[in-house]
């Protein structure tokens, strides 16, 4: 991966904040979900606490600067083929199971949800 985790943590951000977006708003489930997320998978890094907080002060940013749903992707998978030998298998499959949750935090998927999670699955895969 990379030698700044930073990085990863802030385009991970970008990730997490456009699966809430995609439906042009985040709700207080998705919300919650991304924190349960972080707690379970990115709370526990060799920094203490620093990468949940740099994910948490990242999306802070994305939402005052109103990015959208589809910038966010785009930094996220830029940042993902910048990579030469991508994410772990085992890596790919927590972000997906993550970005699944927060999709499905307010009852159920919908169309736009959906088309990006599709994206995303293949990006990963």
């Known amino acids: ?61 994305l939402i005052k600067k109103q990015m959208t749903s589809e910038e966010a992707y785009e930094v996220f998978k830029s940042y993902f083929l910048s990579l030469s030998d991508g994410f772990s298998n085992h890596l790919s499959k927590k972000i997906m199971e993550v970005a699944d949750g927060i999709a499905t935090s307010s009852l159920r998927k919908n169309k736009s949800e959906l088309i990006l999670l599709t994206k995303l699955r293949l990006l990963l895969s």
């Open 1 to 61: 991966m990379e030698k700044n985790p930073n990085t990863f943590y802030i385009k991970l951000a970008h990730l997490f904040y456009a699966v809430a977006m995609a439906d042009k708003k985040m709700v207080v489930e998705e919300k919650r979900q991304i924190v349960s997320y972080v707690e379970k998978y990115w709370s526990h890094s060799f920094d203490k606490a620093k990468g949940k907080e740099v994910i948490y002060e990242t999306m802070r940013e």
